[in-house]
Structure formats: structure tokens, C-alpha cells
């Protein structure tokens, strides 16, 4: 496999020559899915976790009567699964899902965590990239709590957006199309649909599709 360490925030400071080793020593293996094909599921064990060398994934929560909430998105680079591989039980409770045509690179969460017997140079390197890793999704967590605490439909429209908006700009866009950024912020999509077109006449927001200007 051909990867390109120095775009992967978990492989940070790990040279090639050492990440083909690391990868061998981990006992890794890459794995291709088509674009709306599971991953993995809730209630099965997590012992692994993924690394989106390509695509996109899709964290999913199913209920009994078959609703559908979508937890977050894992974005090519990122990684998913590690909430729960380093559990114990080691079951998931939620889906992984392919929102488009990815490729998955899995690693053993346990090996990551324990040094092997040949003292690995690169291991501790691992490790604090992991560590570093884990507590970026955890502020990405809480910036979604952050959102769904917010009482109305606009607010959580607005905090949102502000969220994505370009750093040197008001323009906003959503990875995904308006049914899965209703799943993100827990609303219907009608009702989200209606909140935007009064916003639009309100003068407060612009938008063409899934490109959006905040005013």
C-alpha cells in the first residue's frame, strides 16, 4: 500500500521508510467500499480501528423503529472506531458507514497501545499522535453538543455555519446534501428547509445547494 504519511495527522513525524515497518508490525490491511456500503455495525466488536486513506464515512445511529441520526462525518486523513476499541466490551453502538467510494485502512487499536518487542522507534511517536488525535475529535464532539443544545432550528443553523465558515470569509459549505446536514443537526428536513428560506428573506443567509453565505 502507498501512503503518504505527512497528510495523515495519525502518522505525523513517521518517516516512510518507518511507516512500512510500523504498518507490518501492526498488522495492518487495507480494504475498498462502495459508496452507501456498511462498514462495520453497532454490536459488533471494535477491535480495530480505520484510518480514510479516501472517501468519506458516515458515524450513524439507528433506532428501533428505523430512524437514522447521523453522529458525524469522517473525513478522508481522519480516523474512526477508537471510542470503542479501546473499550471494554469492545461492542460498537454505533454504524459506520461509506457516504462515498473509500478506502479504509485498519490498524489493531491494542497494538497501537503496546509497545512490541522490538522496541519500535517510531511506536512512542504513534502513540502521542494517537493522544493528539483523539482529543481533536473529542473538541469536534463537543462543538456538535454545543450545536444541538441550541432551542430553535435557526440557531443551530447559524451556529453551524459560523462554525464552517472560511476563516478569511462568511462563505460555508456541508460535505453532504441537505438530507444528511438535517441527520447532523437533528432536525426535519422540511422544517430546515423553511428555517433557510425564511432566513434568506429575513436577509440573514444565502445559499445555492450546499454552498452557503452567512450576512
Same mark, same amino acid.
Not at 503496546?114 to 463537543?142: P, W, Y
Given at each position: 500500500?502507498?501512503? !503518504?504519511?505527512?497528510? %495523515?495527522?495519525?502518522? @505525523?513525524?513517521? *518517516?516512510?521508510? /518507518?511507516?512500512?515497518?510500523?504498518?507490518? =508490525?501492526?498488522?495492518?490491511?487495507?480494504?475498498?467500499?462502495? @459508496?452507501?456500503?456498511? +462498514? *462495520?455495525?453497532?454490536?459488533? !466488536?471494535?477491535?480495530?480501528?480505520? #484510518? #480514510?486513506?479516501?472517501?468519506?464515512?458516515?458515524? %450513524?445511529?439507528?433506532?428501533?423503529?428505523?430512524?437514522?441520526?447521523?453522529?458525524?462525518?469522517?473525513?478522508?486523513?481522519? %480516523?474512526?472506531?477508537?471510542?470503542?476499541?479501546?473499550?471494554?466490551?469492545?461492542?460498537?453502538?454505533?454504524?459506520?458507514?461509506?457516504?462515498? !467510494?473509500? *478506502?479504509?485502512?485498519?490498524?489493531?487499536? /491494542? @497494538? %497501537?497501545? &503496546?509497545? =512490541?518487542? *522490538? $522496541? $519500535? #522507534?517510531?511506536?512512542?511517536?504513534? +502513540?502521542?499522535?494517537?493522544?493528539? #488525535?483523539?482529543?481533536?475529535?473529542?473538541?469536534?464532539?463537543?462543538?456538535?453538543?454545543?450545536?444541538?443544545?441550541?432551542?430553535?432550528?435557526?440557531?443551530?443553523?447559524?451556529?453551524?455555519?459560523?462554525?464552517?465558515?472560511?476563516?478569511?470569509?462568511?462563505?460555508? /459549505?456541508?460535505?453532504?446534501?441537505?438530507?444528511?446536514?438535517?441527520?447532523?443537526?437533528?432536525? /426535519?428536513?422540511?422544517?430546515?428547509?423553511?428555517?433557510?428560506?425564511?432566513? &434568506?428573506?429575513?436577509?440573514?443567509?444565502?445559499?445555492?445547494?450546499?454552498?452557503?453565505?452567512?450576512?
Amino acid at each position: 500500500m502507498t501512503i !503518504n504519511p505527512e497528510i %495523515i495527522p495519525l502518522f @505525523k513525524d513517521i *518517516s516512510e521508510k /518507518d511507516l512500512d515497518a510500523m504498518l507490518r =508490525c501492526l498488522g495492518a490491511y487495507e480494504r475498498d467500499y462502495r @459508496k452507501g456500503e456498511f +462498514i *462495520s455495525l453497532a454490536g459488533e !466488536n471494535q477491535r480495530m480501528i480505520g #484510518v #480514510v486513506l479516501r472517501g468519506e464515512v458516515h458515524m %450513524i445511529k439507528e433506532d428501533y423503529w428505523g430512524g437514522v441520526s447521523l453522529y458525524a462525518f469522517i473525513h478522508q486523513t481522519e %480516523i474512526f472506531g477508537e471510542t470503542f476499541a479501546c473499550g471494554n466490551p469492545k461492542n460498537s453502538s454505533v454504524s459506520f458507514k461509506a457516504s462515498l !467510494n473509500s *478506502s479504509i485502512l485498519f490498524l489493531d487499536f /491494542d @497494538k %497501537i497501545l &503496546r509497545t =512490541c518487542e *522490538s $522496541c $519500535c #522507534v517510531f511506536h512512542r511517536k504513534l +502513540i502521542d499522535n494517537m493522544v493528539g #488525535v483523539i482529543a481533536a475529535k473529542n473538541r469536534q464532539m463537543m462543538d456538535k453538543l454545543e450545536i444541538l443544545s441550541q432551542k430553535t432550528i435557526r440557531q443551530r443553523i447559524l451556529l453551524y455555519l459560523s462554525e464552517r465558515a472560511a476563516p478569511d470569509g462568511d462563505y460555508a /459549505d456541508f460535505p453532504a446534501g441537505r438530507l444528511e446536514m438535517a441527520d447532523y443537526l437533528c432536525v /426535519d428536513r422540511s422544517a430546515m428547509t423553511r428555517e433557510m428560506n425564511h432566513m &434568506r428573506e429575513d436577509g440573514i443567509l444565502d445559499f445555492d445547494r450546499i454552498k452557503f453565505r452567512l450576512k
